[in-house]
């Protein structure tokens, strides 16, 4: 009888400890907890660029979120590996590739077919809050994750 309440009791404490491990965190938060970091400022924690947002702080439209991708040889060379943007809000990739490839949004089934040398947008509204990887079908590469803040 002790072995099987002891075996729920440290199942317990294990999904516990995994799930404080890998909740997300809000930017904001992130933010304040890395400001003792050294180059560490609340835009670059966003992973927007700078002047991404279309709507002003604090105003009740809706934001856009507008992020640059170049893919070379299936791997992302330049823009952000993760996306962070609230629930609600518009996003949209701009992605520069050198081959034909198709670009997934897991978790919005999302795709977005891509030629060489050319710029494809994929454009959405940010519904689903979570974390959702962005993958490289043919290349068979992960190019990084879009987080969505519940707002």
């Known amino acids: 009888m ?10 317990l404490v294990v999904l516990v400890a995994l799930w404080i491990y890998f909740k997300p965190q809000h930017p904001e938060l992130q933010a304040q907890e890395g400001a003792g970091t050294a180059g ?3 835009p670059a924690a966003t992973g927007t660029p700078a002047g991404a947002r279309s709507a002003e702080a604090g105003s009740a439209s809706v934001l856009d979120d507008v992020f640059e991708l170049s893919i070379k040889g299936g791997k992302l060379r330049s823009g952000p590996e993760v996306f962070q943007v609230r629930q609600g809000e518009r996003v ?6 050198d081959s034909r490839d ?16 050319e710029t494809t947008s994929l454009q959405f509204t940010a519904d689903r809050s979570g974390r959702f990887g962005i993958e490289l079908h043919k290349a068979h590469s992960e190019l990084g994750a879009l987080e969505v803040y519940p707002q």
Do not use: C, M
């Not at 002790?2 to 199942?11: E, G, W």
């Not at 949004?105 to 060489?116: E, F, K, N």
């Open 92 to 97: 949209t990739l701009n992605i520069r590739s």
């Open 40 to 42: 560490l400022t609340a």
């Open 2 to 11: 002790v072995k099987p309440v002891a075996f729920v009791v440290v199942s």
């Open 102 to 117: 198709e670009l997934h949004l897991h978790g919005y089934d999302l795709h977005a077919q891509l030629g060489p040398g």
